[in-house]
């Protein structure tokens, strides 16, 4: 069930998003545009141990946090620097979803 190419990727976009979000971050926080907001992202995970990988790293991107889990409705709570819309705080959940959903 584990993909390795889908690993391999979710490497390298969850490296480049970290690099993006430092970059972002420290734009917020040089021009003081920092909104900080707690907000319900909604997964398309299924299984628990996707949902904590997904949730460790929105943890390991600069700029937000993972608060909660809630594994039954699929839902992430995390707190971000900013509201944005909830799908842009997890762009690597689809490399997830292939390297241990398939």
């Known amino acids: 069930m ?4 889908y690993a391999i990727a979710y490497v390298i976009d969850l490296v480049y998003n970290i690099i993006k979000s430092v970059l972002a ?4 926080c040089l021009t003081g545009k920092i909104d900080p907001v707690v907000m319900e ?3 398309e995970l299924k299984r628990e141990i996707s949902q904590v990988i997904l949730g460790n790293s929105i943890t390991l991107t600069p700029g937000t946090l ?3 889990i809630d594994h039954e409705k699929q839902v992430l709570i995390v707190a971000v620097l900013s509201p944005r ?3 842009a705080v997890i762009p690597f959940e689809p490399f997830i979803k292939g ?3 398939g």
């Open 2 to 5: 584990f993909n390795p190419i």
């Open 85 to 87: 819309d909830p799908k």
């Open 66 to 68: 993972t608060l909660d």
């Open 41 to 43: 992202v909604p997964t």
């Open 25 to 28: 971050v420290s734009v917020q």
């Open 99 to 101: 390297m241990l959903e």
